[in-house]
C-alpha cells in the first residue's frame, strides 16, 4: 500500500524518509549484526500483505544465521500523511543467540554536529566519545530536509554510535538471549519550512542569452549556447528547499543576480534586498560560478543584517560553497539541486547553506570579491 508522505518502501524491504534508510538489526551474541536489507536476512513468502484493522500485516521470517531464524511479524500503518505505525513482533522456541535487537539507521556525522539527535527534548552529543547511550520516549532524527520523530507508548534506549565519516543510531527494543521480542513505534516525517526571499528588485540579468559579450543579454552573457534559459520559473522544490524563480518576462528581463568578476567587470559588485522580518536556522543561496578561479579562492560575501541592529558577514570561497556551473559535483558546504544540459556542458546550480542567528533577519547584502 502507498506509504506516507516523506517514507518510502526501499527496494530491499526498509524504510526510507529524508534520505535515510531505518531497518531492523540483531547483533548476534558476538556483536555482529545481522541488518534487514542484506538479501536472505528478511524473507516473507507471497506477494503483498493482509489488511487488519491495525494496518498491513505480513509474517515471515528473521534469518540471524543460515541454521538459526526468529518469526518475525510486521505491521505498518498510514496513521497520517506524514505518519506511520510500524510494529514489529520476534518469537523463537529456543534461547537465542543475540545480545541486542535495534531499529536502525546512519546519518551523516557533519549533519549531526549542525543539528544532534535530539531525545525528549535534550540534545544527544558524544562529546568527544565514541558512543553514548541514553533513553526517552521521544527521538528526533535530522535527516535530509527534515527531522524523522521515532515515539512509542514507553522509554526506549537509544544508542548513538560514531563510525567514520557517519552516526550509527540504534532504537533499542531487545535484550541478550530474548526468545520473544516487539516493538510498537510511530514515525513521524517533518519536512524542513523553507520561504522564498524576493529578489527581484535587485535582479540585473536575465537566464536567455542571444548574443555573447554584448554587455546586454542574460546569464554569463556567453550567447545562447551556454545560457541558463531551460531553468522553469516559479516556485520550485530544489533539494527539498523552497526557490522562487522570477519569470524575466514579468520582471523587465531581470530574473538573475550576475556579480563582477575578472572575466565580466561590467556585472553588478553589490546589491542589498529588504528582507519582510524573517527568521530561521538557515540561508539557502540558489548560485553557481563562471570562470571559477583557484579551490579556496574568495568569490562572494554575503552580510546578514538583523532585527536588534546586528549582523554577521560569510565569506563564499570557491569548490567549498560554490563552484563551476559546469558539470557541477556535491561540495563542502554546496550540494547541487539543480541539472540539465546546454549546448555547451551539463550544467548545474548549487544551494549554499548559511547558518544564521536566532533572531528576525531583515536584510541582505551581496558583494563581489573580484579576483
Known amino acids: 500500500s502507498a506509504f506516507a508522505e516523506g517514507f518510502l518502501r526501499t527496494p530491499d524491504g526498509c524504510i526510507e524518509a529524508g534520505g535515510a534508510k531505518f531497518r531492523l538489526s540483531v547483533f548476534r551474541s558476538n556483536w555482529i549484526p545481522v541488518d534487514q536489507g542484506v538479501e536472505g536476512v528478511v524473507t516473507f513468502p507471497g506477494e503483498g500483505a493482509t489488511p487488519t484493522d491495525a494496518g498491513m500485516k505480513r509474517i515471515g521470517k528473521f534469518n540471524l544465521t543460515a541454521d538459526y531464524s526468529f518469526d518475525l511479524t510486521e505491521i505498518i500503518d498510514n496513521r497520517s500523511e506524514q505518519e506511520l505505525r510500524i510494529q514489529y513482533l520476534f518469537s523463537t522456541a529456543a534461547k537465542s543467540p543475540t545480545q541486542l535487537f535495534a531499529y536502525k539507521t546512519y546519518i551523516p556525522m557533519e549533519n549531526y554536529e549542525q543539528n544532534p539527535v535530539v531525545v525528549d527534548g535534550k540534545p544527544c552529543l558524544l562529546e568527544g566519545k565514541t558512543q553514548v547511550s541514553t533513553s526517552g520516549k521521544l527521538i528526533r532524527i535530522p535527516v535530509k530536509n527534515g527531522v524523522v520523530e521515532i515515539s512509542g507508548k514507553g522509554k ?79 516556485t520550485q522544490n530544489m533539494g527539498g528547499i523552497s526557490f522562487n524563480i522570477i519569470n524575466a518576462e514579468q520582471n523587465g528581463g531581470k530574473s538573475c543576480f550576475a556579480m563582477a568578476g575578472a572575466a565580466r567587470p561590467n556585472f553588478a559588485k ?102
Open 270 to 371: 553589490q546589491a542589498k534586498v529588504s528582507v519582510p522580518s524573517l527568521s530561521g536556522q538557515y540561508l539557502y543561496l540558489l548560485n553557481g560560478l563562471a570562470w571559477a578561479p583557484g579551490n579556496g579562492t574568495p568569490v562572494g560575501k554575503i552580510v546578514v543584517s538583523y532585527s536588534d541592529g546586528t549582523s554577521s558577514s560569510h565569506i563564499l570561497k570557491c569548490n567549498e560553497d560554490t563552484g563551476n556551473f559546469w558539470n557541477p559535483r556535491d561540495l563542502k558546504n554546496a550540494n547541487v539541486v539543480w541539472k540539465a544540459q546546454n549546448s555547451s556542458a551539463m550544467i548545474g546550480l548549487y544551494a549554499t547553506k548559511i547558518p544564521l542567528q536566532n533572531k528576525p533577519v531583515t536584510s541582505l547584502e551581496f558583494f563581489s570579491q573580484k579576483h
Open 156 to 234: 526506549r534506549q537509544v544508542i548513538l554510535t560514531r563510525e567514520g565519516r557517519n552516526l550509527r543510531i540504534n532504537y533499542v527494543f531487545g535484550y541478550a538471549g530474548y526468545r520473544k521480542t516487539s516493538v510498537d513505534m510511530t514515525l513521524k516525517f517533518i519536512p524542513y519550512k523553507t520561504t522564498p526571499v524576493d529578489l527581484s528588485s535587485v535582479v540585473n540579468m536575465g537566464f536567455k542569452d542571444e548574443t555573447a559579450d554584448d554587455k546586454k543579454g542574460g546569464w554569463t552573457d556567453q550567447g545562447a549556447e551556454n545560457d541558463l534559459s531551460m531553468i522553469k520559473s516559479g
